[in-house]
């Protein structure tokens, strides 16, 4: 088992820009199978389940998560399923495997959550965000990630929506390219560029790609069932 992180996003801003369809190779993944270029992906045929804990969220931040999610279902062609809001808070430490909580024959859901700076994923004060998912080896050999975590700086003044600015849109799109297994790219144009932009938050050309990689058209990859005790 294992646990695969984004760097955070920060707080300094780029240059302003429209994010126009950009370089279509202006991708990258943040694990690849051993001795080959494929990307560890979550099972693109099974629901990406997932619960928010919205305790510290600001105003509108939950339905920019919301929107961001839909978006990603559709350049991946998969479904994530909300099964409701958590107590549960984020940490580096959770456990993948939650039976009293979620099930004997289930990985932990996917965590949403806003935590103050110092408990992100990668604590940084100047950081808005940070992601993880964790990767399990399945019967063929192939790692598939499982569950992860996403946290978000509830400090941060961001703008709501999607719109120019620095937003939670963008930031909501950005970790959820990590969690999903994108990483960083220099391409200003792309989500995945490390910095929030006082640009409109939505994916370029290099974004879709990548999620096209990640998503449902190379087919399934099945994950295992958790280990019952």
């Known amino acids: 088992v294992a646990i695969a992180f984004g760097a955070n996003a ?13 370089d279509p190779d ?38 920019d998560l919301e929107e961001a999610i839909e978006l990603f279902e559709d350049a991946m062609k998969v479904d994530f399923v909300f099964v409701g809001y958590t107590e549960e808070v984020p940490s580096e430490e959770r456990p993948i495997h939650q039976p009293q909580s979620y099930g004997t024959r289930r990985w932990a859901p996917i965590l949403f959550g806003w935590v103050p700076p110092e408990q992100l994923l990668q604590p940084d004060d100047q950081a808005v965000g940070a992601a993880g998912s964790t ?3 399945n019967d063929r050999g192939d790692f598939v990630y499982v569950t992860g975590v996403v946290t978000f700086n509830a400090d941060a003044k961001l703008l709501s929506g999607f719109e120019l600015g620095d ?27 490390p ?12 974004d879709l790609r990548g999620l096209e990689l990640l998503g449902r058209d190379p087919g399934c990859v099945a994950a295992p069932e958790p280990r019952r005790r």
């Open 195 to 206: 910095d929030v932009t006082a640009g409109e938050a939505r994916l370029g050309a290099g």
């Open 10 to 22: 920060l707080f300094s801003v780029a240059p302003s820009v429209l994010r126009s369809a950009g």
């Open 26 to 63: 202006a991708y990258a993944f943040l694990q690849t199978q051993p001795g080959s270029s494929d990307p560890v992906r979550y099972d693109p045929c099974s629901p990406l389940r997932y619960v928010i804990n919205r305790d510290m969220a600001p105003a509108g931040a939950v339905e």
């Open 167 to 193: 937003s939670w849109g963008d930031v909501a799109l950005h970790e959820l390219g990590h969690l999903v297994g994108l990483a960083h790219v220099d391409d200003d144009n792309q989500v995945m560029y």
């Open 135 to 137: 990767y399990v080896e």
